[in-house]
């Protein structure tokens, strides 16, 4: 039997030296090999011309670069682009390229399904299938880059800013997105700034303490609610990890940072739930000793969701009250619905490993009379983080 091989993808600078340090290499070898493959979007050993034929050998014979295979790809009207992903585990994942006059977003996966259930979230629907490798991650941005022509010598990289905003949790598959959002950030492979490279997270406490041993990427915070009572309603996780808990782990990392960042944090306006002038007072209360911005995400339906998206008026008026109590907000505008493509409606393909998908379709069977085709469940947010 063969031994299976590494996938030099997904290693981080750190563990693609100790390797080299392990095959008997200089250090300064795996620097050259990350630019080959993050920076050229090389996969072949025998096009990497400033590494020696001996070294290309021993390098084929215990290593490969792989990223995951692409299934579909689809491009909006407005310049947006969504791909479907295969991971290892059989299933499928998304992630969308969005386009705009001063950026290029590319919104990236972390899992096969979510384990947490918010209860707005078509992901969490799903129910939950696999962590995503670091090779699976980073993969995405590769494939991006691939796409949009970004490994070519005389083309500015499309991709200017990554958030960990697709499918899954990426707090709760901890490693494998460290390693990923390294390399996102390293000068050796995409070299993208800190700034510009968003973890999103419902509210992983113990992760969030331990983020800053790993890493010093910005923060998104899905908060949705301005108490606990509402919070865990939606979002389950807070029973475990309530407010209180949420905004000092928070305010550690922010403060972990060594230049003056804030967290972003994040409200998806469900009609008739969160959406009142009340629940605006109460956040701006909340977030009075926390600095940051509010991005107001109004609620993109689906089919297995009652839920509404309130009108642009409550929307408007809610922007309003935190705007007068001084705060940044932003709203954010969906994009590229003629693909199929808007923020937590990304459901991909998850071959579900629990019992959720089932009984939330039965829940919903007899309440509704047609079930949307995948593609109509999926619509891109164009991100201004
Ligand atoms: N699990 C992470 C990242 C993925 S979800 C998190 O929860 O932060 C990315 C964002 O999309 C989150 O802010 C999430 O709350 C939001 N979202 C999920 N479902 C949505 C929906 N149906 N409409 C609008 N935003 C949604
Ligand atoms: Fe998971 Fe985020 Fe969706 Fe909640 S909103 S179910 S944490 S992907």
């Not at 579909?72 to 006059?101: C, L, N, Q, R, Y």
């Not at 940044?328 to 923020?343: E, K, L, Q």
């Amino acid at each position: 039997m063969t031994a299976e091989k590494i996938n030099l993808l997904g290693l981080s600078r750190g563990k693609l030296k100790a390797l080299f340090a392990e095959l008997g290499e200089k250090p300064f070898r795996a620097e050259q090999v990350m630019k080959w493959i993050h920076q050229r979007g090389v996969l072949d050993f025998d096009a990497m011309t400033d590494i020696s034929m001996a070294l290309r050998e021993r390098l084929k014979e215990c290593s490969e670069i792989s990223p995951p295979k692409i299934v579909e790809g689809f491009t909006s009207e407005d310049g947006s682009h969504k791909w479907i992903i295969m991971v290892a585990s059989g299933s499928k994942v998304e992630m969308v390229f969005i386009p705009e006059s001063d950026r290029g977003t590319l919104c990236v996966s972390s899992q096969a399904g979510c384990t947490l259930d918010c209860s707005f979230c078509a992901t969490g629907k799903q129910g939950f299938n696999s962590n995503l490798s670091a090779a699976e991650i980073i993969g995405q941005l590769w494939w991006a880059n691939h796409y949009l022509g970004g490994f070519k010598n005389n083309m500015e990289r499309p991709v200017s800013n990554v958030v960990m905003m697709g499918m899954g949790e990426p707090l709760l598959n901890f490693e494998n997105v460290m390693d990923a959002v390294d390399l996102m950030m390293d000068d050796c492979a995409f070299g993208l700034s800190k700034r510009k490279v968003t973890i999103s997270t419902s509210g992983v406490v113990p992760a969030i303490d331990k983020m800053k041993d790993f890493t010093d990427a910005s923060l998104a915070v899905s908060l949705h609610a301005p108490n606990d009572e509402l919070r865990s309603q939606i979002v389950p996780i807070n029973k475990k990890y309530p407010i209180a808990e949420l905004m000092r782990a928070v305010k550690g990392y922010m403060e972990s940072l060594p230049d003056r960042r804030v967290p972003v944090i994040e409200y998806t306006l469900i009609k008739g739930v969160n959406d009142h002038r009340q629940h605006a007072r109460d956040l701006a209360a909340l977030l009075e000793s926390l600095p940051c911005k509010i991005n107001l995400i109004p609620f993109n339906p689906f089919s297995l969701s009652d839920y509404e998206r309130p009108s642009n008026t409550s929307v408007s008026n809610f922007r309003r009250i935190l705007q007068e109590a001084g705060y940044t907000v932003t709203v954010r505008t969906t994009r590229a619905d003629d693909i199929g493509a808007a923020c937590g409606q990304l459901v991909g393909d998850v071959v579900d490993q629990t019992l959720r998908s089932v009984r939330h379709k039965k829940n919903k069977k007899s309440k509704i009379g047609k079930v949307f085709d995948r593609a109509d469940n999926l619509a891109v947010t164009a991100d201004r983080i």
